[in-house]
T-cell receptor
Framework: RKEVEQDPGPFNVPEGATVAFNCTYS??????FFWYRQDCRKEPKLLMS???SGNEDGRFTAQLNRASQYISLLIRDSKLSDSATYLC????????????FGTGTKLQVIP | DGGITQSPKYLFRKEGQNVTLSCEQN?????MYWYRQDPGQGLRLIYY???????QKGDIAEGYSVSREKKESFPLTVTSAQKNPTAFYLC????????????FGQGTRLTVV
């Protein structure tokens, strides 16, 4: 089983739709979690950290389910500009060498 | 403005040559990292450094070398021993702590010709 798994997509959704991505991780001792956004041929940019209690930033909501070992990202009212690849990142603890990036989920918002 | 600068943006290398990719940050971050990204794959850690004059191998260090003589700089050399060097190389930096989020440079796209 991969340390961090994401559905590669693509997820094609119409503007205004709500879309959710999940990311599963295998290390139950993982300590911190992030979502990054990566545009085509660009560097990843931190979208948001994921907290145990869940957190929201505008149209974006991130949640952590430790029991089932997954994190999720919900995007409401999708915009064309949300089209990108979303990377799940898990820190397994014990230093930064334990940070694992998922392969990403591609989102395409269509008019 | 604070940030991470990678250069060059595009680099072409002949087989058998060593090349050095530059990474400079003015965020006062102690930790710096090099990742490689190939199509359809996640980022893979090449080397990381949490303090000046110290660095550690990541998952795919073979064929690469680094130095950390200054806090701001973490250059990566792709040696001729790296069999498949064509890739997108990303440098990142972060604070040192239990839950560091990393910030990335714009990347260097290396192509072997």
């Amino acid at each position: 089983r991969k340390e961090v798994e994401q559905d590669p997509g693509p997820f094609n959704v119409p503007e205004g739709a709500t879309v959710a991505f999940n990311c599963t991780y295998s290390n139950s001792a993982s300590q911190s979690f992030f979502w990054y956004r990566q545009d085509c041929r660009k560097e990843p940019k931190l979208l948001m950290s994921v907290y145990s209690s869940g957190n929201e930033d505008g149209r974006f909501t991130a949640q952590l389910n430790r029991a089932s070992q997954y994190i999720s990202l919900l995007i409401r009212d999708s915009k064309l500009s949300d089209s990108a690849t979303y990377l799940c990142v898990v820190n397994g603890g014990g230093g930064y060498q334990k940070v694992t990036f998922g392969t990403g989920t591609k989102l395409q918002v269509i008019p | 403005d604070g940030g991470i600068t990678q250069s060059p943006k595009y680099l072409f290398r002949k087989e058998g040559q060593n090349v050095t990719l530059s990474c400079e940050q003015n965020l006062n971050h102690d930790a710096m990292y090099w990742y490689r990204q190939d199509p359809g794959q996640g980022l893979r850690l090449i080397y990381y450094s949490q303090i000046v004059n110290d660095f550690q191998k990541g998952d795919i260090a073979e064929g690469y070398s680094v130095s950390r003589e200054k806090k701001e700089s973490f250059p990566l050399t792709v040696t001729s021993a790296q069999k498949n060097p064509t890739a997108f190389y990303l440098c990142a930096s972060s604070l040192v702590g239990s839950s560091p989020a990393a910030f990335f440079g714009q990347g260097t796209r290396l192509t072997v010709v």
